[in-house]
T-cell receptor, first 109, second 113 residues
Framework: NAGVTQTPKFQVLKTGQSMTLQCAQD?????MYWYRQDPGMGLRLIYY???????DKGEVPNGYNVSRLNKREFSLRLESAAPSQTSVYFC????????FGPGTRLTVT | AQSVTQPDIHITVSEGASLELRCNYS??????LFWYVQSPGQGLQLLLK??????LVQGIKGFEAEFKRSQSSFNLRKPSVHWSDAAEYFC???????????FGAGTTVTVRA
């Protein structure tokens, strides 16, 4: 039982490049989330998915898109990366509380 | 809208001393409340949660928290800290136990020998 897994662990992008962050959970949870963590700001919700086939915006969705591919997987896409998107990204899934992945540290130069 | 304030950015405590981390929330109805801990370079681990019932909640690693509705607070306590408790601690509030948590900015705890 791996819990919540994220790939990659680290990524460096140039401004304007695109990439997809992958997230998978093996706990059969309906709900999944993407957060970004920036110093002094805690975690902020980017997008969430209450169930397979549904997604909705969180607090800071601009510049991101998501896909709930199936019940296990929830990906986050940056279509045109900007330096302001330099952050640590966490995926989580939940039933009664949220379980977090190890994070992806993204740097945009 | 729901929100969380953690007034202390950084706390330094001696090993063996007691620890209290403050959390104040804003939410119109009965909140779901959580404390998470994050060690450097790691993800977040749930310490404890409050949904309803007894206002004193016990968690893992010897932590407890008390929900005080009159003060809109959910402070985290530990009677005797260990060096391994050095980490960043986040308080979070949710409208339900399923999505859209709002996190505080976090409190970094340093433990000195």
């Amino acid at each position: 039982n791996a819990g919540v897994t994220q790939t990659p662990k680290f990524q460096v992008l140039k401004t304007g490049q695109s990439m997809t962050l992958q997230c998978a959970q093996d706990m059969n949870h309906n709900s999944m989330y993407w957060y970004r963590q920036d110093p002094g700001m805690g975690l902020r919700l980017i997008y969430y998915s209450a169930s397979e086939g549904t997604t909705d915006k969180g607090e800071v969705p601009n510049g991101y898109n998501v896909s709930r591919l199936n019940k296990r997987e929830f990906s986050l896409r940056l279509e045109s990366a900007a330096p302001s998107q330099t952050s640590v990204y966490f995926c989580a899934s939940s039933v009664s509380e949220q379980y977090f992945g190890p994070g992806t540290r993204l740097t945009v130069t | 809208a729901q929100s969380v304030t953690q007034p202390d950015i950084h706390i330094t405590v001696s090993e063996g001393a007691s620890l209290e981390l403050r959390c104040n929330y804003s939410y119109g109805a009965t909140p779901y409340l959580f404390w998470y801990v994050q060690s450097p370079g790691q993800g977040l681990q749930l310490l404890l949660k409050y949904f309803s019932g007894d206002t004193l909640v016990q968690g893992i690693k010897g932590f407890e928290a008390e929900f005080k509705r009159s003060q809109s607070s959910f402070n985290l306590r530990k009677p005797s800290v260990h060096w391994s408790d050095a980490a960043e601690y986040f308080c979070a509030v949710g409208a339900s136990n399923d999505y859209k948590l709002s996190f505080g900015a976090g409190t970094t705890v340093t433990v000195r020998a």
